[in-house]
């Protein structure tokens, strides 16, 4: 958006989690503020219009949570919304240099399956995984998978197919659902 701009473009003003998107990854979108970006968002000409200074995170805001937020977290676009209350509320609660850390660890890990397990199916459930799920419970996924014996023995896809089930089982246990929510477009 013109004239919109922040310091961490990583993690957006309304809380979702940029460095886990796919059209971030894909450089097709520079995350929040960071150029032309999403020139519709409500939620960054609010932030605007805030005494012509851009409020870093909505939470920072004393109108915070505001209407722009009803219903945010029931539909998905490129990336998931399902978190991002709960993550701007845990980057209050930690600190955002913390909630900062985890995000950057979460990256880290991200670009470590799509590197060594994406067949050319699984982006999208990758960073639909590490954004929904715990750090923890990601790296212990990928410690168990690596573990396998047979694993040097399978193919690409092979090995896709075994991560994201064991990724899958893992989520269904915590009540996550690895699909993103697509809102129904009536024609």
Known sequence: MK???RKNTEF???GLNCALCVMHIDKYCPGCGGGEGNQTCRIARCSMDKNGK???YCYLCNQYPCDKYDGIENYDSFITHRKQMKDLEKAKIIGLENYLLILEQKEEVLKYLLNNYND???KNFYCLAVNLMDINDIKEIIMQFERMEDLRN???PQKAVILKGM???VSSKSGITL???KKKVNI
Do not use: A, Q
């Open 3 to 5: 004239g919109f701009s």
């Open 12 to 14: 957006s003003l309304c």
């Open 54 to 56: 851009n409020i870093e």
């Open 120 to 122: 050319g199916r699984s």
């Open 154 to 156: 399978m193919t690409l």
């Open 167 to 169: 990724f899958s089982k």
């Open 179 to 181: 699909k993103l929510n």
